[in-house]
């Protein structure tokens, strides 16, 4: 089974500094997926940024940046320029590719507060 | 907005009782899958349908249910509910071929009291 480990449960940060998340998992598959959720005060999942396995290349979206390690397993989540929206907590999830088995496995959240 | 609805928004009820959820996938996508977030469990997948039929079944109680209809929503039951179910109720969707990005609902908040 495969487990995501999210070892930071808050972090703050200043308004327009950088904050890094971190998300760690554990599977013995080589084809996967990676995803960071945001879950605002308003309880609703976004979709913040995703990752595929097989790609070398770091995903990026915006101010938001992933340092993909797949050999340790690691899966940061960067924000740059932070802003107050961005006060939320933050899932990691992973996603097996294989055709009938594609539920997410979530950590169990960062909560980050952005302080004005 | 993700384009996938979900109702009732809030749901109180007693124990014993039996409520449905119903979920709306956005345009086109061919599978729902439901997730439970609680306070200690964290955030749990349920039961997966694809176009009518279920596809996968996690850590689903046997008090609970779902079902796809024709036209692709979905329903969860949840009968016989316990105080311990209290939780928010999450329905994503995606398109359905293999691994794809999920879209979530706005959630159902579930107060069994």
């Known amino acids: 089974a495969q487990t995501v480990t999210q070892s930071q449960p808050e972090m703050s940060v200043q308004e327009a500094e950088t904050v890094t998340l971190s998300c760690t998992y554990d599977?013995?598959?080589?084809?996967?997926?990676l995803f960071w959720y945001k879950q605002p005060p308003s309880r609703q999942m976004i979709l913040v940024i995703r990752q595929e396995a097989y790609k070398q290349q770091n995903a990026t979206e915006n101010r938001f940046s992933v340092n993909f390690q797949k050999a340790a397993k690691s899966f940061s989540l960067k924000i740059s320029d932070s802003q107050l929206g961005d006060t939320a907590m933050y899932f990691c999830a992973f996603q097996l590719s294989n055709f009938g088995n594609e539920k997410l496995t979530f950590g169990t959240g960062t909560r980050l507060t952005i302080i004005p | 907005d993700s384009g996938v609805t979900q109702t009732p928004k809030h749901l109180i009820t007693a124990t014993g009782q039996r409520v449905t959820l119903r979920c709306s996938p956005r345009?086109?996508?061919?599978?729902v899958y439901w997730y439970q977030q609680s306070l200690d469990q964290g955030l749990q997948f349920l039961i997966q349908y694809y176009n009518g039929e279920e596809r996968a079944k996690g850590n689903i109680l046997e008090r609970f249910s779902a079902q796809q209809f024709p036209d692709l929503h979905s329903e969860l039951n949840l009968s016989s509910l316990e105080l311990g179910d209290s939780a928010l109720y999450f329905c994503?969707?995606?398109?359905?071929?293999?691994?794809?990005?999920?879209?979530f609902g706005p959630g159902t908040r579930l107060l069994v009291l």
């Open positions: 599977t013995s598959e080589s084809n996967y997926y």
């Open positions: 345009s086109g996508d061919l599978s």
């Open positions: 994503a969707s995606s398109g359905g071929g293999g691994a794809q990005t999920q879209y």
